[in-house]
């Protein structure tokens, strides 16, 4: 069975966020004060002894308010509690018992799973008994006094949590291709989240920026599992104020630079924009694996040329990116979404694949033999005398030649788009690091100096 899940609840600012961060032993939920920060539901793995589950943080529950997001996070909590294990109700304990508070038990009196209720922001142990003991008349029995901030008081909450959770044994575990979802504001991101699954696992809203958190979540396909993360909409740095929306786009960096694989979400109506441009830079630099994920297609008027002549624009604006496969879907509609995670699996497999050195080697002759490195004007030619891959997730192969400089932009362009066609490495960038004979010299140098040592 697949990890259990643990929901956490609670009014707007009570801590949620603190106390899953605390309890995962991470810090990426975003943590401000200010009320409906979290939106959507975001998962975290978290363990305790030998029992491993995953905290579900919600946003704040507010049943008597039908404004702006509220309806919706209310669908969020209550979906993430359908499929939980156990819950635990967050209140605070600085403020004390309020009416939100009750409307809350009430509604969890009547929920078909267990219920723990964590007194947050109880920063004193000897103050936190008193602090919890008014929480005792909600009728969910023990109000356990905690800090999300300092973890005082976690621990005995989580001996209780795990007497509800499955033995260790029971709990099988199967290797996650790790896909981020990225992209400008509103270009479809949480609609293809929700497409995979047929449920509403994000927010979706015309109103730009409804994602702030970076939430995943796990499907599994033909026995393999992938964890899709929705990120928070990636605008110009130079628009982005400090507050929620700063920390949801420094969470979706972290997403990115955490993933096998990227699909880069780019809305067909406004074609690849400058904004795209540096995204796709991004994901290249932190050398991610990745899909082009072309949204909205079925608002596009087309003929039989469009989609070639579509492709032709973007390609011609995404020309060191040519590497990465292109799709063209609705998530609207679930055109084409299933296919995605074939191109998924090809730049997962890729961007871990590893080439032995003689392979390597063949190509760089049959390289040299169409098109022999360059000579300077004093003579001095390029050689390479051998390479071999040094690292995966991104294919690094070293080149060790007699002098770097040697070789300008234009040769090691060549070197690389040969050992794409000789080799395949579609989907994912490959690293070509020139070693001169200085470098190799001074590495023997330090084999022979350890080995005299």
């Not at 009728?139 to 800090?147: A, D, M, N, R």
């Not at 991004?282 to 079925?298: F, L």
């Not at 579509?310 to 590497?323: N, P, V």
């Not at 080149?399 to 050992?419: H, I, K, T």
Request: charged share 25%; proline share 4%; aromatic share 8%.
């Amino acid at each position: 069975m697949p990890l259990p899940t643990v929901a956490i609840i609670g009014r707007p600012n009570v801590g949620k966020s603190t106390v899953v961060n605390r309890l995962a032993g991470v810090q990426d939920a975003i943590v401000y004060d200010q009320p409906g920060v979290t939106r959507d539901r975001t998962y975290k793995r978290a363990f305790w002894g030998d029992r491993e589950f995953q905290v579900v943080d919600t946003g704040g529950l507010v049943f008597d308010d039908d404004t702006e997001f509220l309806p919706l996070i209310r669908e969020q909590a209550m979906a993430a509690l359908a499929e939980s294990i156990a819950a635990v109700f967050v209140v605070d304990g600085q403020i004390g018992l309020t009416s939100a508070d009750e409307e809350i038990a009430t509604w969890l009196r009547q929920q078909p799973v267990p219920v723990l209720l964590a007194v947050n922001k109880c920063e004193s142990v000897e103050q936190g008994v008193t602090q919890a003991a008014e929480f005792w008349q909600l009728g969910l029995g023990e109000p356990y006094p905690i800090s999300g901030i300092h973890g005082n008081g976690t621990g005995e909450l989580l001996d209780q949590l795990i007497t509800y959770l499955p033995p260790a044994e029971e709990i099988s575990e199967t290797e996650e291709i790790r896909v981020a979802i990225a992209g400008r504001p509103n270009v479809g991101k949480s609609s293809l989240l929700n497409a995979f699954v047929g449920e509403t696992r994000s927010i979706v809203s015309p109103i730009s920026g409804t994602t702030r958190d970076a939430i995943d979540m796990l499907v599994e396909r033909d026995g393999q599992t992938y964890r899709l993360v929705d990120t928070a909409g990636i605008r110009k740095k130079k628009n982005v104020e400090y507050g929620p929306e700063f920390f949801g786009i420094n969470r979706a960096f972290k997403a990115i630079d955490r993933s096998d694989v990227v699909l880069l979400v780019i809305d067909a109506l406004d074609g690849v924009t400058e904004q795209d441009q540096k995204l796709a830079g991004r994901i290249a630099d932190e050398g991610r694996g990745c899909v082009i994920v072309v949204n909205k297609w079925d608002a596009v008027e087309k003929d039989s040329y469009t989609i070639y002549d579509y492709e032709k624009i973007m390609r011609d604006r995404l020309h060191f990116f040519d590497w990465a496969e292109v799709i063209f879907i609705s998530a609207k509609t679930g055109q084409r979404v299933e296919k995605i995670l074939d191109l998924v699996n090809v730049a997962a497999e890729q961007h871990k694949r590893r080439v032995t050195t003689s392979v390597i080697n063949e190509v760089l002759e049959d390289a040299a033999r169409w098109h022999s490195p360059p000579t300077t004007r004093q003579g001095r030619q390029g050689k390479i005398y051998y390479g071999t891959q040094v690292s995966s997730r991104p294919p690094t192969i070293a080149l060790f030649v007699n002098d770097p400089a040697l070789f300008n932009d234009n040769y090691r362009r060549y070197v690389e788009r040969q050992f794409r066609q000789s080799l395949g490495f579609a989907g994912t960038p490959i690293r070509l690091l020139w070693r001169g004979k200085k470098v190799r010299d001074m590495e023997r140098g330090n084999v022979n100096r350890a080995t005299r040592v």
